[in-house]
């Protein structure tokens, strides 16, 4: 089996380098030899590796992005074998797998393989969210260095920045063969269940063929941010519409930005749809 090890040297607060040699060790326990390959992200992992059977990623959502893409970019479609070591690991935690770093490489060395979906938005992939609004783009926005000091905590300070950034965007959605125009202060369009840690779409599943949308409504900013809050602590709000469709198209007459798995997203007008059972992952 051709088999890559695809590791983000910046992810898990640094951590992963020395770690290389002994999650390589652990594959070898169990036949599979593993080729360690940092990812620059600014050339294909799979260039010159176009026959990788397996390609095991060492890294956060964005990092697994990068892969993805970089797979459908080369045509290939090689199982995918996650190792978190981001912040918060959305993905990972959507398909399973487990926390620490030494027992997600064996979950993965004695998995088996499962297919789950993907997300596309004009022409490139997500593998957990795409969204824009309020605290979506909070990830961008985070120092790496921050992220690596104190993790979650990080995106809790720059959020809670970006909310006095909150404003009205006028939404013209297509859902479900449905037109709807709304003034929106958030959208996220989930194929996972969480962004940031946050459970936002908790009924959410990875292979059901049906992304899961998240929509809250613009107020007022202090009764927004409320609506909001009582959202994330699990309450239900006449102004957060929770919808399910496999294909969306998205238009505002805005130039707001987007974010896909935490790296900056496309531009509007979007079209969005869900390739269900694109992805290959053992796990």
């Not at 596309?120 to 957990?128: D, I, K, L, P, R």
């Not at 297509?174 to 125009?181: A, P, T, V, Y």
């Not at 940031?196 to 929509?215: E, H, N, S």
């Not at 009582?230 to 987007?258: D, F």
């Amino acid at each position: 089996m051709k088999a890559l090890l695809l590791y983000n040297i910046k992810a898990g607060k640094g951590r992963i380098a020395r770690r290389i040699a002994r999650i390589v060790a652990i594959f070898e326990e169990h036949g599979i030899a593993l080729q360690p390959r940092q990812i620059s992200f600014t050339e294909n992992p799979f260039e010159g590796a176009e026959d990788t059977e397996l390609a095991v990623i060492c890294g956060g959502d964005g990092t697994i992005n990068y892969v993805v893409n970089s797979m459908f970019a080369k045509g290939i479609a090689p199982t995918l074998g996650i190792i978190p070591t981001g912040t918060a690991n959305d993905f990972a935690a959507a398909i399973g797998m487990k926390r620490r770093m030494m027992a997600a490489a064996r979950q993965i060395a004695t998995g088996t393989e499962r297919r789950v979906d993907c997300g596309e938005v004009n022409g490139s992939y997500f593998v957990n969210v795409l969204s824009f609004g309020v605290l979506t783009t909070t990830s961008q926005h985070t120092p790496d260095i921050e992220k690596h000091l104190v993790g979650k905590l990080a995106y809790i300070r720059v959020g809670a920045r970006d909310i006095f950034t909150m404003h009205r965007i006028p939404l013209f959605a297509r859902i479900n063969g449905e037109e709807h125009s709304m003034d929106a202060a958030m959208f996220l369009a989930f194929n996972g269940k969480s962004a940031g840690q946050f459970r936002l779409a908790p009924d959410a599943k990875v292979d059901d063929g049906m992304l899961d949308i998240v929509i809250l409504d613009y107020n007022n900013p202090a009764t927004t941010i409320w609506n909001m809050m009582r959202y994330l602590m699990g309450h239900k709000s006449q102004a957060v519409h929770y919808l399910r469709s496999a294909e969306i198209t998205l238009h505002t007459e805005l130039h707001e930005p987007t974010d896909v798995d935490g790296q900056p997203g496309p531009t509007f007008p979007m079209s969005i749809r869900c390739l269900h059972n694109a992805l290959k992952v053992r796990c």
